[in-house]
């Protein structure tokens, strides 16, 4: 007798299996069953297909293939129908434990323990009721070495042939080949679908694509900006989505960083332009072969800037201070009116608070989450305001910026955009911003495309703008336009009820940011204030109210003479105006005191003031961005 079946008697007996013992002392059914079949689930569809090709080979002979578990467990069995009666007859049936503890000696059993393919054949077997049978068995191993498993192949002990047992070791290096292979297919697949999350989980649009512009990848994002899906996405070259690819592949075979290019796209109604960042991937001998392309929308982007930049609306309604009628009328007026996506014509004297109106109306607005885009149409050279307004491609004009630059209609798409002192636009612009509000249609200046943008205007002026239509210089068409809904602001002058209220409120609101202490205002004082004629409006006010806090007096209010659009201060004011930079050390802080003071003088004309100083009125312009003086 073989040693390892000697020894595998000898362990029977000591588990107390006798002879006449017929059936497995453990036998599960049911859920115990269905449990150890689904834990063992790969296993069993891995070793089918070899079953049923081992039994296919002694077909007719009577012969049956048993699968087991680890723990010798069957879990599947096949065979001739003759052989499996008499099989289970003896209840070698899934669930049965063929172990030798449950058993006795068979090849199965012998196989778990001694780890070795092996032969049992008639009374080799512990109990008589195998002994007309010789089975031959052989483990299976896992993935990482360890036993998952049997296969044996049983029949009557006249027709085994001394190859069976080479049979089954055959078929056990293919089943155990096959989890190999799907383990690492799992792998794969896990990993493909990692990376798959992973790509749709970034809230950008990535496309993998060959040189020849042939599209390999895309994730979940490019298909919805796209609007497609991935079949039909990738039916066509990624030239026939994007502009400028042979560009990216040149950049990216030279080495050269291709990052955050604004790329116009095609096919989109909604949209002309992405950001575009590429990255090369090389294949043989480092030859460029793909390139992985990053879209980003340039909305969002531009919504992010502008949030992190601050180009949000402050003010709201509540925040304007006034009681008198011609105040409360034009509140309710433009709370009424902030919903429509008319356009606004806000006129009023200089200084009496059309951006903080303008502020207030996209705030009451279902736009107050998006853009408030501001642009002084005065403070800008007659040179820029189309690329500032329209935005411009690369190459458009010398010194354009690489990739383009989406101009204030662009990055408003969706919100507000305030055209502040519309009156000194020139006439060749007036006549593109008509065609805007006409058709909602923007062209970049150097582009023949054009773009959808969802804007609301608001536009404010110190001029009369019928006048300057008579004048010629102003579009008639563009005057109506812009005068759907007009709202004048009353001067100060008009409503001398708010101006105690306005001085309480500026009391506090300037002594906390300079760090002063509120001042008490005498009645005699309050009466001075209150019948002043304030050409220079709640701006003046302000700034009256500031000088007193800093020089803990009460200011003598300015006097203005004009004559022929020359502005003369009186010696008086200009003794007064030098007393008042006494101990000034630095040359700038003198600059920026006396660019306030005249321009407090001309009641914020910034031309008068700009005239005055002997500067142009766009230097005058920066120069109050230098020093944060409002206008």
């Known amino acids: 007798m073989n040693e390892r079946i000697a020894k595998s008697r000898t362990r029977s007996m000591s588990y107390g299996i006798e002879e006449h013992l017929v059936f497995s002392r453990k036998i599960v059914d049911g859920a115990g069953l269905s449990d150890r079949i689904l834990k063992n689930r790969d296993l069993i569809v891995a070793a089918e297909p070899f079953m049923n090709q081992l039994y296919g080979f002694v077909r007719g002979s009577e012969f049956f293939a048993i699968l087991t578990d680890a723990e010798g467990c069957i879990l599947s069995i096949i065979g001739d129908d003759e052989i499996l009666k008499a099989a289970d007859e003896l209840k070698m049936i899934p669930g049965a434990f063929m172990d030798e ?5 068979n090849a199965m059993g012998v196989a778990l323990v001694e780890q070795v393919p092996i032969q049992v054949s008639g009374r080799e077997h512990s109990i008589s009721a195998y002994y007309r049978w ?6 299976i191993r896992g993935e990482n070495g360890g036993i998952i498993g049997t296969l044996d192949l049983t029949g009557y002990i006249d027709n085994v042939h001394p190859h069976t047992l080479g049979m089954v070791v055959a078929a056990v290096n293919a089943i155990e080949n096959t989890m190999k292979l799907t383990a690492k297919t799992h792998v794969i697949r896990e990993n493909a679908q990692f990376i798959e999350s992973l790509l749709d989980s970034i809230q950008a649009s990535i496309i993998s694509c060959d040189i020849s512009g042939g599209i390999k990848t895309v994730n979940k994002q490019a298909l919805q900006l796209f609007k497609t899906s991935e079949k039909q996405f990738k039916l066509k070259p990624v030239m026939r989505y994007l502009d400028r690819f042979e560009e990216i592949v040149e950049a990216c075979r030279s080495g050269l960083e291709f990052q955050n290019e604004e790329i116009a796209v095609f096919g989109l109604s909604n949209m002309a332009y992405v950001s575009v960042s590429a990255y090369p991937i090389a294949g043989v001998d480092d030859q460029l072969e793909a390139v992985i392309l990053v879209l980003r929308d340039v909305k969002k982007m531009h919504k992010m800037a502008n949030e992190i930049m601050g180009r949000r609306a402050i003010y709201t309604f509540d925040q304007i201070i006034g009681k008198s009628r011609q105040i409360k009328e034009v509140i309710e007026f433009g709370e009424e009116v902030s919903d429509s996506k008319s356009t606004v014509l806000l006129t009023g004297e200089s200084g009496t608070g059309k951006e903080i109106f303008a502020h207030a109306i996209h705030n009451n607005s279902n736009r107050r989450n998006k853009n408030f885009i501001v642009l002084n149409c005065a403070s800008i050279p007659r040179s820029l305001i189309e690329s500032e307004l329209f935005g411009y491609e690369e190459g458009s004009f010398t010194g354009a910026k690489r990739g383009g630059n989406p101009g204030k209609f662009e990055i408003a798409d969706g919100g507000t955009i305030f055209l502040d002192e519309i009156g000194e636009m020139p006439l060749d612009m007036q006549t593109r911003l008509l065609r805007v509000i006409q058709e909602g249609m923007v062209s970049r200046v150097g582009s023949n495309s054009q773009f959808p943008v969802d804007i609301r205007i608001i536009a404010a002026t110190n001029k009369d703008l019928y006048e300057e239509v008579n004048k010629g210089n102003f579009r008639l068409d563009l005057y109506y336009r812009l005068k759907v809904l007009p709202i004048h602001l009353p001067p100060l002058r008009e409503r001398p009820e708010d101006i105690p209220l306005l001085v309480e409120h500026f009391n506090q609101k300037v002594s906390g940011s300079i ?4 001042m008490e205002i005498p009645e005699h004082y309050m009466a001075k204030l209150a019948s002043y004629d304030w050409p220079g409006n709640v701006r003046e006010l302000e700034n ?3 000088l007193m806090l800093n020089t803990r007096r009460m200011p003598e209010l300015g006097k203005v003479k004009t004559r022929e659009n020359e502005v003369e201060i009186t010696t008086n004011e200009t003794s007064k105006a030098s007393n008042a930079y006494t101990g000034v050390k630095k040359l700038e802080d003198l600059e920026a005191m006396h660019i ?4 407090e003088e001309t009641a914020f004309n910034v ?10 009125r766009n230097t005058l312009y920066r120069k109050m961005d230098q020093y944060g003086i409002r206008v």
């Open 101 to 105: 503890a449950h058993i006795g000696t």
């Open 134 to 139: 010789t089975c031959s068995a052989a483990v």
């Open 515 to 518: 760090n002063k202490n509120v």
């Open 544 to 546: 009256i109210i500031e």
């Open 596 to 599: 306030k003071h005249i321009l």
């Open 607 to 616: 031309s008068s003031a700009a005239k005055f100083l002997g500067i142009g």
